[in-house]
C-alpha cells in the first residue's frame, strides 16, 4: 500500500465485532497483488535458484534476459564488479540490493535470500 489509511470504516456485525472494512479500490487491489508479508518471485526464478544453485541475483538476471554488462551499466559499476555481486553465498548489503533491484526493475526484497 502507498499510505495505511488512518480512519478506515469498520462495519460491525449486529453483536459489535468488526464484520468489514472499507478502503480504497486501488489500495484493495494492491494488497491482493502483494502481500505485506510476502514476497513474489516468478516461478522461473526460482528454479534458476533452485536447481542451477544460483543466487537470486544471478536468477533474476538471467530470467530477464540480461547481461552481467547490462545490468552492470545501469547501476553504473563495471562488469567485474557486478559479476561479485552474483557470486554464490554472497550477502549484500540493503544499498546494494536496492541498486541491483533498480536496475533490474524489480523490489530489494525479491533479491533476500533467506
Do not use: C
Amino acid at each position: 500500500m502507498n499510505e495505511p489509511i488512518n480512519n478506515p470504516q469498520i462495519i460491525r456485525g449486529p453483536d459489535g465485532t468488526p464484520q468489514y472494512v472499507v478502503l480504497p479500490y486501488d489500495e484493495y487491489m494492491e494488497s491482493r497483488e502483494r502481500p505485506d508479508d510476502e514476497v513474489s518471485l516468478p516461478l522461473e526464478v526460482v528454479k534458476l535458484s533452485l536447481l542451477e544453485k544460483w543466487g537470486l541475483v544471478r536468477a533474476w538476471r538471467e530470467h530477464l534476459g540480461l547481461t552481467q554488462g547490462e545490468v552492470a551499466r545501469r547501476m553504473g559499476v563495471t562488469q567485474p564488479t557486478y559479476a561479485g555481486f552474483e557470486q554464490p553465498g554472497r550477502i549484500l548489503r540493503y544499498s546494494t540490493r536496492s541498486r541491483i533491484a533498480r536496475a533490474l526493475g524489480i523490489e530489494p526484497e525479491q533479491l533476500k535470500d533467506e
